[in-house]
């Protein structure tokens, strides 16, 4: 079969454009979203898992320690309306973040905290050529770390653009169609693809 699959028209790769991130964040009277269209690109879930080694004589043995999910980085399109940075600004905002004129008053001394940075929603999808969704990946606990909103230069003409990069505690990743556990066929026998979570969360 593996050797057929160039031959076959029906046979399909993934692809780089192929893609939608679904991101947003709901705070009380509003909802602040960045629209699918104004995001350019994204890197999908990637992790490290740390070692630890033993010595013996002249061998060196080593064993898997933590897991550790690294930062995702997405770039989105500087839009007037609804305007990108605005959004941005609003979820900094939602944070818990305050202005240092604003800290006299008894009501904007607050801080940034895990609970008010959270963003609800963050989805990372890949479609088909006819827009069907084929896997998504999910990204708990996500809050953003780190934003650059570009600059100015009056010898460029591209588009204003800002990259945002995202921590989170942990990715889970889910193949359209499929029940977690489900088990399917592969060249090399039965797999499991499912969808790989921690407890207590679905």
Do not use: C
């Not at 080694?53 to 500087?78: C, E, I, K, M």
């Amino acid at each position: 079969m593996a050797a057929k699959f160039w031959a076959n028209s029906n046979a399909e790769a993934k692809r780089k454009y192929r893609f939608i991130l679904d991101i947003s964040k709901t705070v009380p009277g509003q909802s602040l979203k960045f629209e699918k269209w104004v995001i350019t690109k994204v890197n999908r879930p990637s992790f490290q898992i740390s070692e630890t080694t033993h010595a013996y004589l002249n061998h060196t043995f080593y064993f898997p320690g933590r897991l550790t999910w690294q930062d995702v980085s997405f770039t989105v399109v500087d839009a007037i309306n609804p305007d990108s940075t605005g959004v941005l600004m609003g979820m900094l905002s939602a944070s818990g973040y305050k202005l240092p004129n604003q800290a006299t008053s008894p009501n904007a001394q607050g801080t940034i905290s895990k609970a008010k940075s959270n963003i609800d929603n963050v989805k990372i999808s890949s479609i088909d050529a006819d827009g069907n969704l084929l896997d998504t990946w999910t990204l708990w606990n996500a809050w953003i770390s780190q934003a650059n909103t570009g600059d100015y230069d009056y010898t460029a003409d591209d588009l204003m653009s800002i990259d945002v990069t995202m921590k989170y505690d942990y990715a889970t990743y889910a193949i359209e169609g499929q029940e977690k556990g489900e088990r399917i066929n592969s060249s090399g026998g039965a797999a499991f693809y499912g969808k790989l979570a921690s407890p207590g969360n679905s």
